[in-house]
């Protein structure tokens, strides 16, 4: 059974940046793609970023050119390194992985905050 547990959030100012991670655990042979979450204060949950098995990357339009997802094999970890980062981006942010028989499963979440 995949867990995935996030880390790296915490509290930034305007334009500043932040480096997310996510480790996955257990049965990672069946990872088909990850992604990274956001949900905003006000509940409105969308999908930020996905990095496909086969190296696709594709992005939200509101963080493109923004934020960048990557990954380390050998650790069985990805990463959201976000840049120029906005009160509006402010979230909490969950990774998660769509496995090859469809299912998703997503951590536990991580906040960040963007705030003078």
């Known amino acids: 059974q995949v867990q995935l547990v996030e880390s790296g959030g915490g509290l930034v100012q305007p334009g500043g940046s932040l480096r997310l991670s996510c480790t996955a655990s257990?049965?990672?042979?069946?990872?088909?793609?990850m992604d990274w979450y956001r949900q905003t204060p006000a509940a409105v949950r969308e999908l930020v970023a996905r990095?496909?098995?086969?190296?696709?990357?594709t992005y939200a339009d509101a963080v493109k050119g923004r934020f960048t997802i990557s990954r380390n094999n050998a650790r069985n970890m990805w990463f959201l390194q976000m840049n120029n980062l906005k009160p509006e981006d402010m979230a909490v942010y969950y990774c998660?992985?769509?496995?090859?028989?469809?299912?998703?499963?997503r951590g536990q979440g991580t906040q960040v905050t963007v705030s003078s």
């Open positions: 998660g992985a769509v496995l090859r028989d469809s299912r998703n499963v």
């Open positions: 257990g049965g990672v042979a069946s990872i088909y793609a």
């Open positions: 990095l496909s098995i086969d190296g696709t990357t």
